[in-house]
């Protein structure tokens, strides 16, 4: 296939957290506002006059000084952050909206403000509360938070507004990006897409850590590039594969797949698009404050939500979405270190491949997994494993 | 109202349904693994043993006697009235148990053998209450083999202690085994493959072991069980490894090795079946940690056809605004256990329980207080398991419970007035202990005092919510209720923001006045790992002396008790300069030792 226009502009967007886009908006005097949890509504941060940035930790080299504040055996992904935020890599956020979701990912939050990694004068780290499950009275509790622990706190230190007007015009410009990311990662059903999983997956960070109004214009392009970019005469991977699991911002990591002839048609990871790029539906009759949060609590596959439903929610569609974009198999991956995802993965890997018939690859991978040679040999391995099945199946030889 | 006893005696009296056909086929297959074992035993190296250890005997008597020979008058007198202090002698490498019972001078050792007696009786009497299903439940389960040493663990804790110090920690102790008894005969009884009493369980609520009871108070009809507690945490601290092959059955099947031990050997126990099957419904709880939190799954797993309720409580608990969503969980969760027993939440004995629980705080914080001053009386790991067993499971709940309280309370008062030590001979140094601590699997407190003479004042998860709980107002009290829950032990410090545990050590430190601060690293609690930089740092910097001892909890291979003490020998040699109170403690084998 040929080359996508933007791509490699798109690849060198995500090598630095303070990409050109990001300075752009900074110089029209925008705010930039750092997350990194799903349960932060992406869109309370894209207010008129701020925007958000999904942090990672991009070129990670040694990480000896976050693990000396946070020891070797705690979540790769938070001590990175911790490297990268001592390093002045986050300097140029305005503020840092965390969660107390996941301990590590906050204890993250909680060093960036004891070791005072940013000292702009109006610099906020706000944490927020998250429920467990989903009841009427856990949603009221997640609409009291994003409204006393983020909103108030954006209005408060830089005088944004918050009015429920101001979170109607961030949800259409945010419904936009989403609406153009389905349609593009639909494309990934087809027997020969257009697109491959690491090209979807460029795409896709570039919208989480880039300001939406900047980053839109490009998006806009490459669907359109899209719909009339031909594919190769033939398929080019050798099995297609859904991605379930922990936090991955490292598309050198759906490289390291694809090179394996494995092509991700399913992201359903943190970091990735399933959930993460579905329109949010507004109604009239309600403040958008509230739908917007009981729509992240609905789709979000979290494994830190232990209600039997959101349990069995999270099974389920691992299989839809597998079936949908016609999966051969799932890769239930976790972050090393990474207590959710530890114990869902080594429980739902067994369910999903013995109760529900999926062929299942079960791995925990470092931060930085570009470099690993022992995660190529497993994901060789499940290629192979995908092929002979299909052979099996196909009654044989080919 | 009608004055309950406690527990009702007609759980104890609910009708068995033992299934005996099945019963028989086990007993078959346990004679055959009997059998096996038999015939793979190696009789010649089993008999050497024997001699070898009938030989060490014989040596170890003649080197006490011609100990005793050597020795002045006085000195005699002095073995014949406060006992002996070299307790390191007590071990012997290999063995299961220590080589004899301490000697603790005429007096104590009367004292503690009555004690001794006390137990026996109270354990018997209350197996007794149903003898068939809470013996045939060692058919089914290892763990309660280990339960047979519950009285060598007694002895482990209350080692080297004298005059009403020890009293006292028998007081306590006792209580919390006749808790243990009383559940374990409940356990067998209603375990379906044992007991199986239909009557039993349709009042039976489990909750989690995380799980704090008070909520049960509402509901005095029913009987609530802290459903892994026997067979997997309390059971650990008396034997440290019961819990290994719970740890290599979920490994196996695919848990990371890094999570804590304490949810992964919850996991486990269901993966080998060694937990019974039982309850009418089952409270879990994302309390108090992400690991906690993520272990329900394997339970509902294991038995769909319990129903589950989530407690979950806010990990911010120190905002105000958070308050109704916890108490509105609380709501629900009684409305689950309502709908699921068909008890009715009774709010009289709610309050009256509730009251007891209050005094008994009141009496907890006296203790505080005696302890804060030079002459603190009441410390040793009796104590510290006593404050853990009464704040997270009996909650006011026994009314037994509180005449404990009176009597060690009169007791701690008069020792205070008399200015007694609380080790004798024994107090050089005011230690508190902070992170998640392994004192019971490894006997650390005990040891540390009588080694080194560190007598550790408080423990982190000692230091909880101690606000009266209300009692007139019934909204106030489920919101009440809610902050007790969010502050259980270990949760409130490790959740809601590093200050909790951080600058609350410093607090703790000035309050209490200590000199050596017992850090524990639980080499797999990513709360505690990810302040370690920090906590350190702070230490320094404040000029504390913090000893940082590395563990797994209830798993010893990683790190090993004698690993855990070579930390302190070493600190205490190299820093300190210091010279051991008992030098036979300073190096001893345990590995194989309850």
Same mark, same amino acid.
């Given at each position: 296939?040929?080359?996508?226009?933007?791509?490699?502009?798109?690849?060198?967007?995500?090598?630095?957290?303070?990409?050109?886009?990001?300075?752009?908006?900074?110089?029209?005097?925008?705010?930039?506002?750092?997350?990194?949890?799903?349960?932060?509504?992406?869109?309370?941060?894209?207010?008129?006059?701020?925007?958000?940035?999904?942090?990672?930790? !991009?070129?990670?080299?040694?990480?000896?000084?976050?693990?000396?504040?946070?020891?070797?055996?705690?979540?790769?992904?938070?001590?990175?952050?911790?490297?990268?935020?001592?390093?002045?890599?986050?300097?140029?956020?305005?503020?840092?909206?965390?969660?107390?979701? @996941?301990?590590?990912?906050?204890?993250?939050?909680?060093?960036?403000?004891?070791?005072?990694?940013?000292?702009?004068?109006?610099?906020?780290?706000?944490?927020?509360?998250?429920?467990?499950?989903?009841?009427?009275?856990?949603?009221?509790?997640?609409?009291?938070?994003?409204?006393?622990?983020?909103?108030?706190?954006?209005?408060?230190?830089?005088?944004?507004?918050?009015?429920?007007?101001?979170?109607?015009?961030?949800?259409?410009?945010?419904?936009?990006?989403?609406?153009?990311?389905?349609?593009?990662?639909?494309?990934?059903?087809?027997?020969?897409?257009?697109?491959?999983?690491?090209?979807?997956?460029?795409?896709?960070?570039?919208?989480?850590?880039?300001?939406?109004?900047?980053?839109?214009?490009?998006?806009?392009?490459?669907?359109?590039?899209?719909?009339?970019?031909?594919?190769?005469?033939?398929?080019?991977?050798?099995?297609?594969?859904?991605?379930?699991?922990?936090?991955?911002?490292?598309?050198?990591?759906?490289?390291?797949?694809?090179?394996?002839?494995?092509?991700?048609?399913?992201?359903?990871? @943190?970091?990735?698009?399933?959930?993460?790029?579905?329109?949010?539906?507004?109604?009239?009759?309600?403040?958008?404050?509230?739908?917007? @949060?009981?729509?992240?609590?609905?789709?979000?596959? @979290?494994?830190?939500?232990?209600?039997?439903?959101?349990?069995?929610?999270?099974?389920?569609?691992?299989?839809?979405?597998?079936?949908?974009?016609?999966?051969?198999?799932?890769?239930?991956?976790?972050?090393?270190?990474?207590?959710?995802?530890?114990?869902?993965?080594?429980?739902?890997?067994?369910?999903?491949?013995?109760?529900?018939?999926?062929?299942?690859?079960?791995?925990?991978? !470092?931060?930085?997994?570009?470099?690993?040679?022992?995660?190529?040999?497993?994901?060789?391995?499940?290629?192979?494993?995908?092929?002979?099945?299909?052979?099996?199946?196909?009654?044989?030889?080919? | 109202?009608?004055?309950?006893?406690?527990?009702?005696?007609?759980?104890?009296?609910?009708?068995?349904?033992?299934?005996?056909?099945?019963?028989?086929?086990?007993?078959?297959?346990?004679?055959?693994?009997?059998?096996?074992?038999?015939?793979?035993?190696?009789?010649?190296?089993?008999?050497?043993?024997?001699?070898?250890?009938?030989?060490?005997?014989?040596?170890?008597?003649?080197?006490?006697?011609?100990?005793?020979?050597?020795?002045?008058?006085?000195?005699?007198?002095?073995?014949?009235?406060?006992?002996?202090?070299?307790?390191?002698?007590?071990?012997?490498?290999?063995?299961?148990?220590?080589?004899?019972?301490?000697?603790?001078?005429?007096?104590?050792?009367?004292?503690?053998?009555?004690?001794?007696?006390?137990?026996?009786?109270?354990?018997?009497?209350?197996?007794?209450?149903?003898?068939?299903?809470?013996?045939?439940?060692?058919?089914?389960?290892?763990?309660?083999?280990?339960?047979?040493?519950?009285?060598?663990?007694?002895?482990?804790?209350?080692?080297?202690?004298?005059?009403?110090?020890?009293?006292?920690?028998?007081?306590?102790?006792?209580?919390?085994?006749?808790?243990?008894?009383?559940?374990?005969?409940?356990?067998?009884?209603?375990?379906?493959?044992?007991?199986?009493?239909?009557?039993?369980?349709?009042?039976?609520?489990?909750?989690?072991?995380?799980?704090?009871?008070?909520?049960?108070?509402?509901?005095?009809?029913?009987?609530?069980?802290?459903?892994?507690?026997?067979?997997?945490?309390?059971?650990?601290?008396?034997?440290?490894?019961?819990?290994?092959?719970?740890?290599?059955?979920?490994?196996?099947?695919?848990?990371?090795?890094?999570?804590?031990?304490?949810?992964?050997?919850?996991?486990?126990?269901?993966?080998?079946?060694?937990?019974?099957?039982?309850?009418?419904?089952?409270?879990?709880?994302?309390?108090?940690?992400?690991?906690?939190?993520?272990?329900?799954?394997?339970?509902?797993?294991?038995?769909?056809?319990?129903?589950?309720?989530?407690?979950?409580?806010?990990?911010?608990?120190?905002?105000?605004?958070?308050?109704?969503?916890?108490?509105?969980?609380?709501?629900?969760?009684?409305?689950?256990?309502?709908?699921?027993?068909?008890?009715?939440?009774?709010?009289?004995?709610?309050?009256?329980?509730?009251?007891?629980?209050?005094?008994?705080?009141?009496?907890?914080?006296?203790?505080?207080?005696?302890?804060?001053?030079?002459?603190?009386?009441?410390?040793?790991?009796?104590?510290?398991?006593?404050?853990?067993?009464?704040?997270?499971?009996?909650?006011?709940?026994?009314?037994?419970?509180?005449?404990?309280?009176?009597?060690?309370?009169?007791?701690?008062?008069?020792?205070?007035?008399?200015?007694?030590?609380?080790?004798?001979?024994?107090?050089?140094?005011?230690?508190?202990?902070?992170?998640?601590?392994?004192?019971?699997?490894?006997?650390?407190?005990?040891?540390?005092?009588?080694?080194?003479?560190?007598?550790?004042?408080?423990?982190?998860?000692?230091?909880?919510?101690?606000?009266?709980?209300?009692?007139?107002?019934?909204?106030?009290?489920?919101?009440?209720?809610?902050?007790?829950?969010?502050?259980?032990?270990?949760?409130?410090?490790?959740?809601?923001?590093?200050?909790?545990?951080?600058?609350?050590?410093?607090?703790?430190?000035?309050?209490?006045?200590?000199?050596?601060?017992?850090?524990?690293?639980?080499?797999?609690?990513?709360?505690?790992?990810?302040?370690?930089?920090?906590?350190?740092?702070?230490?320094?910097?404040?000029?504390?002396?913090?000893?940082?001892?590395?563990?797994?909890?209830?798993?010893?291979?990683?790190?090993?008790?004698?690993?855990?003490? #070579?930390?302190?020998?070493?600190?205490?040699?190299?820093?300190?300069?210091?010279?051991?109170?008992?030098?036979?403690?300073?190096?001893?084998? #345990?590995?194989?030792?309850?």
């Amino acid at each position: 296939m040929r080359d996508l226009k933007h791509l490699i502009y798109f690849e060198n967007l995500l090598d630095n957290a303070d990409n050109e886009l990001v300075e752009q908006a900074k110089a029209e005097g925008q705010l930039a506002l750092g997350y990194t949890c799903f349960h932060i509504p992406e869109v309370l941060l894209n207010l008129p006059g701020c925007f958000s940035v999904r942090l990672r930790a !991009p070129r990670t080299g040694s990480i000896d000084i976050a693990t000396y504040y946070m020891s070797n055996y705690t979540c790769e992904f938070a001590r990175a952050l911790v490297e990268r935020g001592i390093e002045g890599g986050f300097n140029f956020l305005d503020g840092l909206a965390g969660v107390d979701a @996941c301990s590590m990912m906050n204890r993250f939050y909680e060093h960036f403000e004891l070791l005072k990694m940013n000292e702009k004068p109006n610099f906020f780290v706000t944490h927020t509360d998250m429920p467990y499950k989903v009841e009427d009275y856990s949603v009221r509790h997640y609409v009291k938070q994003m409204r006393i622990r983020l909103l108030d706190v954006i209005a408060r230190n830089y005088g944004i507004d918050t009015s429920d007007a101001a979170i109607r015009q961030a949800v259409k410009e945010h419904n936009e990006v989403c609406a153009i990311l389905t349609e593009i990662g639909k494309l990934r059903k087809a027997e020969n897409p257009v697109i491959t999983g690491y090209e979807y997956h460029v795409l896709n960070l570039v919208s989480y850590t880039c300001p939406k109004a900047k980053i839109l214009p490009y998006l806009r392009q490459t669907l359109e590039e899209l719909k009339t970019r031909q594919p190769d005469p033939k398929p080019w991977y050798r099995a297609r594969v859904a991605v379930v699991g922990s936090e991955i911002d490292d598309p050198s990591l759906t490289k390291m797949l694809e090179d394996c002839g494995a092509m991700v048609v399913v992201d359903r990871y @943190c970091y990735g698009s399933t959930p993460g790029r579905e329109v949010i539906e507004l109604n009239d009759d309600e403040p958008a404050l509230d739908q917007i @949060c009981r729509h992240y609590m609905q789709v979000s596959e @979290c494994a830190r939500y232990i209600s039997d439903e959101k349990v069995q929610q999270r099974r389920d569609t691992a299989d839809r979405l597998a079936r949908e974009y016609n999966a051969d198999g799932i890769i239930y991956e976790q972050m090393k270190f990474c207590d959710f995802w530890g114990f869902e993965r080594a429980l739902v890997s067994h369910i999903m491949s013995t109760e529900v018939g999926w062929p299942v690859l079960s791995i925990d991978r !470092p931060y930085n997994a570009r470099s690993s040679g022992q995660l190529r040999t497993r994901f060789q391995a499940f290629v192979e494993s995908l092929e002979i099945k299909r052979i099996q199946k196909n009654g044989g030889n080919k | 109202m009608a004055k309950l006893k406690y527990p009702n005696p007609a759980f104890f009296r609910a009708k068995n349904k033992m299934d005996w056909k099945a019963q028989g086929e086990n007993l078959k297959e346990i004679g055959g693994i009997v059998g096996q074992m038999l015939k793979e035993t190696d009789w010649k190296a089993a008999f050497q043993k024997t001699v070898d250890n009938l030989k060490a005997d014989g040596k170890r008597v003649a080197e006490e006697y011609a100990a005793v020979k050597a020795m002045t008058k006085d000195q005699r007198l002095d073995l014949l009235k406060n006992g002996e202090k070299h307790l390191g002698k007590l071990y012997r490498s290999g063995a299961m148990a220590t080589v004899r019972r301490e000697w603790r001078g005429v007096k104590d050792t009367g004292v503690d053998f009555a004690e001794w007696l006390k137990m026996w009786g109270m354990l018997l009497g209350t197996f007794s209450k149903d003898l068939v299903p809470a013996l045939n439940a060692t058919l089914w389960y290892r763990w309660m083999i280990s339960y047979m040493c519950c009285v060598g663990f007694m002895d482990k804790n209350t080692m080297g202690q004298r005059g009403t110090a020890l009293k006292m920690s028998h007081l306590m102790i006792y209580d919390i085994f006749r808790y243990v008894a009383e559940n374990l005969v409940f356990l067998a009884k209603c375990d379906k493959k044992n007991g199986n009493s239909e009557e039993l369980n349709k009042k039976v609520v489990l909750f989690d072991e995380m799980t704090m009871g008070q909520i049960m108070a509402g509901f005095p009809d029913l009987l609530g069980i802290p459903y892994q507690l026997m067979p997997v945490f309390l059971v650990s601290e008396i034997d440290q490894l019961t819990c290994v092959p719970y740890i290599d059955a979920v490994e196996s099947f695919g848990l990371p090795a890094d999570t804590c031990p304490v949810p992964s050997s919850e996991c486990g126990a269901l993966v080998i079946d060694a937990l019974p099957h039982m309850g009418s419904c089952f409270i879990s709880s994302s309390m108090p940690c992400d690991g906690s939190t993520m272990a329900s799954s394997y339970m509902s797993r294991r038995f769909p056809d319990l129903p589950v309720f989530h407690l979950t409580f806010p990990v911010r608990y120190e905002y105000e605004e958070t308050v109704e969503d916890a108490a509105e969980d609380i709501k629900a969760c009684i409305r689950f256990v309502e709908e699921k027993t068909g008890a009715k939440w009774n709010w009289d004995h709610y309050f009256a329980t509730m009251k007891r629980f209050n005094q008994e705080t009141a009496y907890e914080l006296e203790k505080w207080e005696v302890n804060k001053t030079d002459h603190p009386q009441i410390i040793g790991p009796c104590y510290e398991l006593f404050r853990k067993w009464n704040y997270e499971m009996d909650g006011g709940a026994d009314p037994r419970t509180i005449k404990t309280f009176e009597k060690v309370n009169k007791l701690m008062l008069q020792a205070y007035e008399r200015r007694e030590e609380a080790w004798v001979g024994k107090m050089r140094y005011r230690g508190i202990v902070w992170s998640c601590p392994a004192h019971y699997y490894a006997n650390f407190s005990n040891w540390l005092a009588n080694c080194w003479g560190i007598d550790i004042l408080v423990e982190m998860e000692s230091l909880n919510f101690t606000k009266p709980m209300e009692t007139e107002d019934k909204e106030k009290a489920l919101q009440d209720l809610a902050r007790l829950y969010e502050r259980m032990v270990m949760r409130r410090h490790t959740n809601g923001g590093y200050h909790n545990v951080v600058d609350e050590l410093w607090r703790q430190v000035e309050a209490w006045r200590a000199e050596i601060i017992i850090m524990y690293q639980n080499v797999a609690c990513k709360n505690m790992a990810t302040l370690q930089g920090i906590l350190d740092e702070q230490a320094r910097e404040k000029n504390y002396h913090m000893i940082w001892i590395e563990h797994d909890l209830m798993d010893p291979r990683t790190v090993s008790r004698k690993t855990m003490r #070579d930390k302190v020998n070493e600190y205490m040699r190299t820093v300190m300069k210091a010279e051991p109170v008992d030098p036979t403690l300073c190096d001893f084998d #345990d590995e194989a030792c309850m």
